[in-house]
């Protein structure tokens, strides 16, 4: 099992940035692909990024190149997300994933945390 603790949501206006960590314990944290992904309220939820084991690779949804930027520390066993230039349509409530495949697959990882609530204001 792998606990997965996210933080670092808020309220932001457009233009802004957040900065997302999740924490993870449990298992060891490199043997983990870890990704992001949100859901807004009505929709699906929708894959933004992953990073490869040690932190070399990286994938990025569409909407978000650019944009977004996935860290991994596995010294701090810390997943970061970093949102810039964030949109309203950038609102839903956003989760730190882990899994063993590098894929923009939501349901391919198997751990997911409980979410941080990201608001951007128009």
């Known amino acids: 099992q792998v606990q997965l603790v996210e933080r670092g949501g808020g309220l932001v206006q457009t233009g802004g940035s957040l900065r997302l960590s999740c924490a993870a314990s449990?298992?060891?944290?490199?043997?983990?692909?870890m990704a992001w992904i949100r859901q807004a309220p009505g929709k699906e939820r929708e894959f933004l990024a992953a990073?490869?084991?040690?932190?070399?690779?990286?994938l990025y949804a569409d909407s978000v190149k650019g944009r977004f930027t996935i860290s991994r520390d596995n010294a701090k066993n810390t997943v970061y997300l970093q949102m810039n230039n964030l949109k309203p349509e950038d609102t839903a409530v956003y989760y730190c994933g882990a899994g063993s495949s590098f894929v923009r697959t939501t349901t391919a990882y198997d751990y997911w945390g409980q979410g941080t609530q990201v608001t951007v204001s128009s």
């Open positions: 449990g298992r060891t944290f490199s043997n983990y692909v």
């Open positions: 990073v490869t084991w040690g932190g070399a690779g990286t």
